[in-house]
């Protein structure tokens, strides 16, 4: 991917409603309106960890925090190859990011491909990561030998305040 190319998350399908659950739940299952997909861009753009669950050797979920960056409609997050994230998603590409903003949630289901970004492409995100997270200055050329950083790939996305508002995108791809 080059910086002129769009996103993965530069045009999301038309929004819908998510399954409810069981009325014994006692959620609402109408009204509220539908999230708009500004919310979900602003919600992973600005959140400074990210939740990734990956698929374990056993098929069990596996959960850690990550630092991850949105840059030009992509969400990229870094993981050492020796860690166990990184160990599940040479297996298994399937992944889950939450992001962790209280209340307001978004959810992507999807995967996450190893980026290894080069020159300027590289240059950018390196950039983006730096702005957001004080005093740390990741080298570009660490992620392209070492295969680190990761692009996200969504299928759905949820997002929601509260029931009522609870909507999904499902990408097909």
Not at 111 to 126: D, K, L, M, T
Not at 131 to 159: I, N, Q, T
Request: with cysteine; net charge negative.
């Amino acid at each position: 991917m080059t910086r002129g190319d769009r996103g993965a998350f530069a045009d999301p399908p038309d929004p819908e409603r998510p399954l409810s659950p069981p009325p014994s739940y006692g959620v609402p299952t109408e009204g509220g309106e539908l999230m708009p997909w500004a919310f979900v861009v602003a919600e992973i753009a600005k959140a400074r960890n990210y939740w990734v669950i990956t698929v374990g050797r056993q098929s069990g979920p596996h959960a850690a925090p990550v630092w991850g960056a949105f840059v030009d409609d992509d969400l990229f997050f870094e993981t050492a190859p020796s860690t166990r994230k990184a160990r599940n998603l040479a297996r298994n590409s399937a992944v889950v990011v939450h992001t962790e903003s209280g209340d307001e949630v978004v959810i992507v289901e999807g995967s996450a491909a190893q980026f290894r970004p080069s020159g300027a492409n590289g240059r950018h995100v390196a950039r983006a990561f730096a702005a957001k997270y004080e005093g740390y200055e990741p080298d570009p050329g660490e992620w392209a030998a070492e295969g680190s950083l990761y692009r996200v790939l969504p299928s759905v996305v949820f997002a929601w305040r509260d029931m009522p508002t609870a909507t999904c995108w499902r990408f097909r791809r």
